[in-house]
């Protein structure tokens, strides 16, 4: 069986869970998996560094209990984010804990993974990486990789900007194994159009923002309900890399949204204002506009569920 194959028959969907700066947590992880998605969290969410083990043991301990209880649910397994960027000082210890707890998917970021891949692969775990472009993927496969998870344009926060549709296709040409693609994705009608534009799988993570067991504020999440893709603003400003944020919180943050300056890759002049990128100018896909309520997870993935087979059923009729 293949990869995307064995682990699509653990899933009630097609959809992993994209990992979301501050906002994704335990909580959110564990709901997401016991409802059949591939929940996940970046590591770097853990604070301070020696909490990471224990919200790997909270995640594994639930989820080996809910299996014990019912042996023939589908309980999907999670995944841990690793930004792999040489400025990022805990990753030796983060991937140690990774390691130790043989967390079943680590999702790599910001550089390829040459050294992730081995100790990973050791214990039979999986390594997906993220890209924006077939120079990234290339990179990625030369490092050994197991799957590709594709930031197109509209994926909220860092993103690229490419078509799902070009992307797609030329990755296809070079990789046969599993391709997970993002970018405005918050109807199950988006995970069938994923699945025929010839991905294997959604990546989901604004939808998830939204949601009873989410960590975002309460303002957050309203933001998200009431706003719609007009009201994503795409720039390199707060991070100095690009990506999509919301445009109600760049002016509650006293900056006009169509007079943001070019990033020079240095800390936003803004922490002098006691704001900060991601706390507080927050992070969504163009997806929004599709977004109007923030139910429990099992609900969210349900409605999924059912939009998924009504697009299937009108594509039969």
Same mark, same amino acid.
């Given at each position: ?11 009630? +969907?097609?959809?992993? @869970?994209?990992?979301?700066? $501050? ?59 690793? =930004? ?13 804990? @990774? ?41 990625? +496969? ?6 590709? =998870? ?11 900007? +490419? ?16 391709? %997970? +693609? ?26 998830? $923002? ?12 309203? @933001? ?8 994503? %603003? ?53 997806? %929004? ?11 969210? %993935? ?16």
């Amino acid at each position: 069986m293949s990869i995307a194959a064995d682990l699509r028959a653990q899933l009630s +969907l097609p959809v992993i @869970c994209a990992p979301m700066f $501050i906002l994704s947590h335990p909580a959110l992880v564990i709901a997401q998996c016991l409802a059949g998605v591939v929940g996940s969290f970046p590591a770097l969410n853990a604070r301070p560094e020696s909490a990471l083990d224990t919200w790997l043991e909270e995640i594994g301990r639930a989820l080996e209990a809910a299996r014990k209880i019912a042996p023939n649910r589908r309980i999907a397994p999670f995944a841990v984010n690793q =930004i792999v960027h040489p400025s990022n000082p805990r990753l030796a210890h983060d991937m140690e804990a @990774c390691v130790r707890h043989r967390v079943p998917l680590i999702i790599t970021s910001l550089h390829a993974p040459d050294a992730i891949v081995p100790a990973v692969h050791a214990y039979g775990g999986l390594v997906f990486h993220d890209v924006i472009s077939v120079r990234h993927a290339e990179k990625a +496969l030369e490092a050994g990789v197991d799957g590709l =998870i594709l930031v197109c344009a509209g994926a909220g926060g860092h993103a690229g900007t +490419l078509s799902p549709f070009a992307l797609v296709g030329e990755i296809r040409r070079i990789f046969d194994g599993p391709i %997970v +693609l993002s970018g405005a994705i918050s109807r199950g009608a988006d995970i069938l159009a994923a699945q025929a534009m010839g991905a294997d799988f959604a990546y989901m993570g604004t939808r998830f $923002i939204a949601s009873e067991e989410s960590s975002a504020s309460p303002a957050y999440k309203d @933001c998200v309900r009431d706003a719609s893709a007009a009201d994503i %603003v795409y720039t390199p400003y707060f991070t100095g890399v690009a990506g999509n944020y919301l445009k109600p919180s760049i002016v509650a943050a006293g900056l006009d949204p169509a007079r943001l300056p070019a990033s020079d890759g240095r800390a936003l002049d803004l922490m002098d204002k006691d704001v900060k990128a991601w706390r507080d100018i927050w992070g969504a896909g163009q997806g %929004v506009g599709n977004i109007d309520d923030a139910p429990p997870v099992a609900a969210i %993935v349900e409605r999924l569920a059912r939009e998924y087979a009504e697009a299937r059923a009108r594509l039969t009729a």
